[in-house]
T-cell receptor, first 115, second 114 residues
């Protein structure tokens, strides 16, 4: 079974600075997707960024980028120029190519942004 | 384009009762998945429906069931509620064709069992 681990329950960052959230996963599948979702206090899950395992290039979405290390099964999220609106719970998630919509989530990292 | 909607948003039930939650997917989306979110267990996959059939199921007891209607709306039912069923229940929808990773979440239903 696939597992996703986020070892940082809480992180904090100063506004305008950079923070990196860690995620490791375990799978025997060769084709899969990895995601970072953001869940603000409203509880709405918002997709931040996606990485296809077959792509070697790290995904980037504006201030958000990932460091995908397939051999190490590591998938970290870097947030640059942190903003107050980035404060939220961040979840790392895994989806196998053949698992339909099923996502396996990590435990989450609560990010605080200090002004 | 309207997002995924879930009703009701909040619900309080008593142990032993049953509850039905509803999820209306984004127009054109035919797959609906359900997740349970609790502080202790985190986010766990319940099941996925498309074409009115359950296609994928997580590791939950038979008290948790669901169905999907011809208009793709989905309902989730929990019978004989237990205190541990108190959770945020999220649903997500996606197109059946195209990238299977593009799913969108609703705002959730907060269920409290007393």
């Amino acid at each position: 079974a696939q597992t996703v681990t986020q070892s940082q329950p809480e992180m904090s960052v100063q506004e305008a600075e950079t923070v990196t959230l860690s995620c490791t996963y375990d799978t025997s599948e060769s084709d899969y997707y990895l995601f970072w979702y953001k869940q603000p206090p409203s509880r709405q899950m918002i997709l931040v960024i996606r990485q296809e395992a077959y792509k070697q290039q790290n995904a980037t979405e504006n201030r958000f980028s990932v460091n995908f290390q397939k051999a190490a099964k590591s998938f970290s999220l870097k947030i640059s120029d942190s903003q107050l609106g980035d404060a939220a719970m961040y979840f790392c998630a895994y989806k196998g190519e053949t698992s339909g919509s099923r996502l396996t989530f990590g435990e989450g990292t609560q990010l605080t942004v200090n002004p | 384009k309207a997002g995924v909607t879930q009703t009701p948003r909040y619900l309080i039930k008593t142990r032993g009762q049953q509850v039905t939650l509803s999820c209306s997917p984004i127009s054109g989306h035919r797959s609906v998945s359900w997740y349970q979110q609790t502080p202790g267990q985190g986010l766990q996959f319940l099941f996925e429906y498309f074409s009115e059939t359950q296609r994928n199921k997580g590791n939950f007891p038979g008290r948790f069931s669901g169905r999907q209607f011809s208009n793709s709306r989905s309902e989730m039912n929990v019978s004989t509620l237990e205190l541990g069923d108190s959770a945020l229940y999220l649903c997500a929808s996606r197109f059946l064709t195209g990238p299977t990773y593009e799913q969108y979440f609703g705002p959730g239903t907060r269920l409290t069992v007393t």
